[in-house]
């Protein structure tokens, strides 16, 4: 599974770092078209995550993979021979969506077949997906450098194919049976029918969904994320939970470029800071987080360094070269720690606070909060935070701080209830006079 997903984000690789240039020079598209087709396809991603978990909990997670990856084959292999905008919109969209349904479904199956240790799954997951990532992205720029028509095809091909031998080993790989849901993890054993059943009895106070009276005797209706109050809550947290991600793509560069006085030849040592230390460091981190109270505390430090982060970001404005590039390196340091950070914290509670029977359907609600993100986190960057100036940049962090704060209170109150042990039954009357 995990050599799956190293030749998944390979191929994703390619195609992030070559698309927009394909867009331009090999079909002809200007920027405002482009820009219309990447965000449709943005808001299309966001569908993605809730539709796999919706589709996970009727039909099995491997065969739907393998769906996802023919699927994705299927466009990029259309967007070979297209060429009127009217048609690449939606090939585009279908593309991002059947990514994002993807990303989705992995965790799904990783959630089942490493139970407790999903987190040390997690961790080589991220590290994998990283060093695939820039696997894809060195291809890509010996491909690009050639600048033909021809080069760009063969990187889009090159793409298509890594889906192919994704599907294939996918196929491969055996998933343990789990009657059409994603199976509690060893982990959660200690909280026994209170994960199972904690999503009803939390209904109440904290999700609005069905309570155990509802539920006729012998059977088991599983309860919806969509009107489970708590769980929803922290998936809208877990939106600038993310925002990380945006900082390093988007704001690092962009503030260098435009508010600082650092050389822009800097830009590529982000990613190199990135890559590097999340292929080193994401193991430890998680295994120092990997509990679900420990997650919790993750989300605390996140806020406090994402602050730190945004902190070295203003600061670099209006100095020299060489504070401004020290300031902006050490932010990359600290953004890439916020997402080893987030993607231990992100992962172990969005499994732990979503009840067993319905695990499935609530993962693919917590995948749309990344999906949001990447949709709105650079608009917050460039359209609000950048244009404030470091002011903005303060603002930025000290509101992720405290919403990390509430983020921290309500998972930990949401754990309590989940995995607080059954009351005892009250004796029946009947029991107590024939006593």
Same mark, same amino acid.
């Given at each position: 599974?995990?050599?799956?997903?190293?030749?998944?984000?390979?191929?994703?690789?390619?195609?992030?770092?070559?698309?927009?240039?394909?867009?331009?020079?090999?079909?002809?598209?200007? +920027?405002?078209?482009?820009?219309?087709?990447?965000?449709?396809?943005?808001?299309?991603?966001?569908?993605?995550?809730?539709?796999?978990?919706?589709?996970?909990?009727?039909?099995?997670?491997?065969?739907?993979?393998?769906?996802?990856?023919?699927?994705?084959?299927?466009?990029?292999?259309?967007?070979?021979?297209?060429? %009127?905008?009217?048609?690449?919109?939606?090939?585009?969209?279908?593309?991002?969506?059947?990514? %994002?349904?993807?990303?989705?479904?992995?965790?799904?199956?990783?959630?089942?077949?490493?139970?407790? %240790?999903?987190?040390?799954?997690?961790?080589?997951?991220?590290?994998?997906?990283?060093?695939?990532?820039?696997?894809?992205?060195?291809?890509?720029?010996?491909?690009? &450098?050639?600048?033909?028509?021809? &080069?760009?095809?063969?990187?889009?091909?090159?793409?298509?194919?890594?889906?192919?031998?994704?599907?294939?080993?996918?196929? !491969?790989? !055996?998933?343990?049976?789990?009657? #059409?849901?994603?199976?509690?993890?060893?982990?959660?054993?200690?909280?026994?029918?209170?994960?199972?059943?904690?999503?009803?009895?939390?209904?109440?106070?904290?999700? *609005?969904?069905?309570? %155990?009276?509802?539920?006729?005797?012998? !059977?088991?209706?599983?309860?919806?994320?969509?009107?489970?109050?708590?769980?929803?809550?922290?998936?809208?947290?877990?939106?600038?939970?993310?925002?990380?991600?945006?900082?390093?793509?988007?704001?690092?560069?962009?503030?260098?470029?435009?508010?600082?006085?650092?050389?822009?030849? =800097?830009?590529?040592?982000?990613?190199?800071?990135?890559?590097?230390?999340?292929?080193?460091?994401?193991?430890?981190?998680?295994?120092?987080?990997?509990?679900?109270?420990?997650?919790?505390?993750?989300?605390?430090?996140?806020? $406090?360094?994402?602050?730190?982060?945004?902190?070295?970001?203003?600061?670099?404005? #209006?100095?020299? &070269?060489?504070?401004?590039?020290?300031?902006?390196?050490?932010?990359?340091?600290?953004?890439?720690?916020?997402?080893?950070?987030?993607?231990?914290?992100?992962?172990? $509670?969005?499994?732990?606070?979503?009840?067993?029977?319905?695990?499935?359907?609530?993962?693919?609600?917590?995948?749309?909060?990344?999906?949001?993100?990447?949709? +709105?986190?650079?608009?917050?960057?460039?359209?609000?935070?950048?244009?404030? *100036?470091?002011?903005?940049? =303060?603002?930025?962090?000290?509101?992720?701080?405290?919403? @990390?704060?509430?983020?921290?209170? @309500?998972?930990? !109150?949401?754990?309590? @209830?989940?995995?607080?042990?059954?009351?005892?039954?009250?004796?029946?009357? @009947?029991?107590?006079?024939? *006593?």
């Amino acid at each position: 599974m995990l050599l799956a997903q190293l030749l998944d984000r390979a191929g994703t690789g390619m195609w992030a770092a070559s698309s927009v240039l394909y867009f331009t020079f090999v079909l002809g598209l200007d +920027a405002d078209r482009i820009g219309l087709m990447l965000g449709a396809a943005a808001v299309a991603g966001i569908a993605g995550s809730p539709l796999a978990g919706h589709l996970a909990g009727r039909f099995p997670v491997r065969s739907l993979l393998i769906g996802c990856h023919l699927l994705r084959i299927g466009t990029l292999g259309a967007l070979l021979v297209v060429t %009127r905008f009217d048609v690449l919109l939606p090939l585009v969209a279908v593309t991002y969506l059947g990514d %994002r349904a993807a990303k989705a479904l992995e965790m799904l199956f990783a959630t089942r077949v490493a139970g407790e %240790r999903r987190g040390t799954y997690q961790a080589l997951s991220r590290s994998t997906a990283n060093a695939g990532y820039a696997v894809g992205a060195g291809i890509a720029a010996a491909g690009l &450098a050639l600048g033909a028509p021809e &080069a760009y095809r063969a990187l889009i091909l090159a793409n298509a194919v890594s889906f192919l031998a994704a599907a294939a080993l996918v196929w !491969r790989t !055996r998933e343990p049976r789990a009657e #059409g849901r994603v199976a509690a993890g060893a982990g959660d054993a200690a909280a026994g029918g209170a994960v199972g059943t904690g999503g009803a009895a939390n209904g109440g106070a904290e999700s *609005g969904g069905a309570s %155990r009276a509802d539920v006729a005797p012998g !059977r088991t209706r599983a309860p919806s994320p969509w009107r489970d109050r708590g769980y929803l809550r922290f998936v809208l947290l877990d939106i600038p939970m993310s925002l990380d991600d945006s900082v390093l793509a988007v704001g690092l560069p962009l503030w260098l470029v435009v508010h600082t006085d650092a050389p822009h030849a =800097l830009v590529p040592a982000f990613l190199v800071i990135n890559t590097v230390l999340v292929v080193v460091l994401q193991l430890r981190v998680s295994a120092r987080f990997e509990r679900p109270r420990q997650a919790a505390a993750a989300v605390s430090v996140y806020g $406090l360094t994402m602050l730190a982060c945004c902190v070295l970001l203003a600061l670099s404005a #209006g100095t020299g &070269a060489v504070v401004a590039s020290v300031a902006l390196l050490a932010a990359a340091v600290l953004v890439t720690g916020a997402e080893l950070l987030r993607s231990v914290s992100s992962w172990e $509670l969005a499994v732990s606070l979503a009840p067993e029977q319905a695990r499935a359907s609530y993962l693919g609600v917590a995948g749309m909060a990344m999906s949001v993100q990447k949709s +709105a986190g650079p608009l917050l960057l460039t359209g609000a935070v950048m244009a404030g *100036g470091p002011v903005g940049w =303060l603002a930025l962090g000290a509101g992720i701080a405290a919403l @990390s704060v509430v983020q921290r209170r @309500s998972a930990v !109150r949401r754990l309590d @209830s989940v995995l607080a042990p059954p009351a005892p039954a009250a004796p029946s009357p @009947s029991a107590t006079c024939t *006593g």
